[in-house]
Structure formats: structure tokens, C-alpha cells
């Protein structure tokens, strides 16, 4: 009853090569959200979604790009993969933009 | 813009007793949530405890309770009677009850909470 699903768990990728997340839910809900969550700086927000194909930046949105063809799924690219890229990212979904967030359980990339 | 602060990396608490994590926000917001969130080394994010603003109670769950200060911009997290699967990351994040684009969570840093038996 996840509810929420993140694909893959784990990637490892070779710098300069191209990488998508995806984040898949269940609920219906109209907001998604990508976060990175690294060492020292807890979640930091990258791009989130308020509707089908409405996407805005977050504080850490260079480099990565997002798509929202679906409600139920939200990718996450990296066109260009980096080794400041490397982290684990979460997916979240929201219902409305003042309620809380169920996150998926996180994607561990790391670029070599 | 929102910040929150989480003061302390680290700490340690025995089982069975009780400890407090803290965390400051900064806003000019009077309307907002206030959450706090567990995260495990399995790396799920687990919803522990959400306050609103406007109440002046302070939310309480189970062995989770809150202490907000409002006028302080404080928001404390107490647990009691831990146990060895509190041992966690906790972070604890701000969101506006006014929507938009400001309507995303903030986090802090988080503090890592071990528990010795």
C-alpha cells in the first residue's frame, strides 16, 4: 500500500551520461515533489509539480530537469550526470499545498 | 524566505529515558505548519508529528509530543520512554498554510539521535 514508488533504488553512472528518476503514485494527489538529500544539508527541495505538465524550480534545480505528462508520474532528468550529483533523492506527493507529504522510500545515485 | 534550524548534529539518549530535540524556524508568517520527521536507516521518511500554527495545544503522539513556542519560533520535539527503534535522523520542517509556490516543505539539517541500551 506504498502508495509511492520510486524507481530505481539504486543507480550508479559514468559522468556525462544522461539519468532519469521516476516517481510513480497511486493517490491520485496533485503535487509531486523531488528533493536531494545530502550529508549536512538535509532535503533540499530541486523541482516540484502542481499539475499535469506545471512544474516550477526549487532551490537546487540546475542541471535537472522534470516532466509531468501524468498525474501518477513525475521523472526526474540529469542531462548531463556530475559527481556533485551524486545523492539520494526523494520523491514526495502532497494533496493540497498546505498538506503534508508521503515520500517514497529514495534513489541512491551516485556518479563515478 | 523560511529557514528552519536544527542546533544539534547529534545526540544520545539512554533507553527508557526521555530526550529533547530542538529546532528553530525563522518567518514572518503568523499561518504555517510545523512538522517533524523520522527517518530510519532504511531511509524511509516517516511522518512522526505535525502542529499547526494556530493551535495553541501542542500536538501529541503517542510517546511524541511538541513543545511550540510560537512567539520564540520554536519547536521542540520530546520523546519518551525511548526505545532502540527511535534511533534515527529526525528533521524537522516548515511549511506556509498559504499555498502557491511558498507551500514547500523547508527542512533543517536534521540531528542524528542514537539510543544505548
Known amino acids: 500500500d506504498a502508495g509511492i514508488t520510486q524507481s530505481p533504488r539504486h543507480k550508479v553512472t559514468e559522468t556525462g551520461t544522461p539519468v532519469t528518476l521516476r516517481c510513480h503514485q497511486t493517490?491520485?494527489?496533485?503535487?509531486m515533489y523531488w528533493y536531494r538529500q545530502d550529508p549536512g544539508h538535509g532535503l533540499r527541495l530541486i523541482h516540484y509539480?502542481?499539475?499535469?505538465?506545471?512544474?516550477d524550480k526549487g532551490e537546487v534545480s540546475d542541471g535537472y530537469s522534470v516532466s509531468r505528462s501524468k498525474t501518477e508520474d513525475f521523472l526526474l532528468t540529469l542531462e548531463s550526470a556530475t559527481s556533485s550529483q551524486t545523492s539520494v533523492y526523494f520523491c514526495?506527493?502532497?494533496?493540497?499545498?498546505?498538506?503534508?507529504?508521503?515520500f517514497g522510500s529514495g534513489t541512491r545515485l551516485t556518479v563515478v | 524566505a523560511q529557514t528552519v534550524t536544527q542546533s544539534q548534529p547529534e545526540m544520545s539518549v539512554q533507553e527508557a529515558e526521555t530526550v529533547t530535540l530542538s529546532c528553530t524556524y525563522d518567518?514572518?508568517?503568523?499561518?504555517?505548519?510545523l512538522f517533524w520527521y523520522k527517518q530510519p536507516p532504511s531511509r524511509q521518511m516517516i511522518l512522526v508529528i505535525r502542529?499547526?500554527?494556530?493551535?495553541?495545544q501542542n500536538a501529541t503522539e503517542n510517546r511524541f509530543s511538541v513543545n511550540f513556542q510560537k512567539a520564540a519560533k520554536s519547536f521542540s520535539l520530546k520523546i519518551s520512554d525511548s526505545q532502540l527503534g527511535d534511533a534515527a535522523m529526525y528533521f524537522c520542517?516548515?511549511?506556509?498554510?498559504?499555498?502557491?509556490?511558498?507551500?514547500?516543505?523547508?527542512f533543517g539539517k536534521g540531528t542524528k539521535l542514537s539510543v544505548k541500551p
Open positions: 502542529q499547526e500554527a494556530y493551535k495553541q
Open positions: 514526495a506527493i502532497s494533496e493540497s499545498d498546505r498538506a503534508g507529504y508521503t
Open positions: 520542517a516548515y511549511r506556509t498554510n498559504y499555498g502557491g509556490s511558498q507551500g514547500n516543505l523547508i
Open positions: 493517490e491520485n494527489h496533485r503535487y
Open positions: 509539480s502542481y499539475g499535469v505538465k506545471d512544474t
Open positions: 518567518t514572518s508568517e503568523s499561518d504555517y505548519y
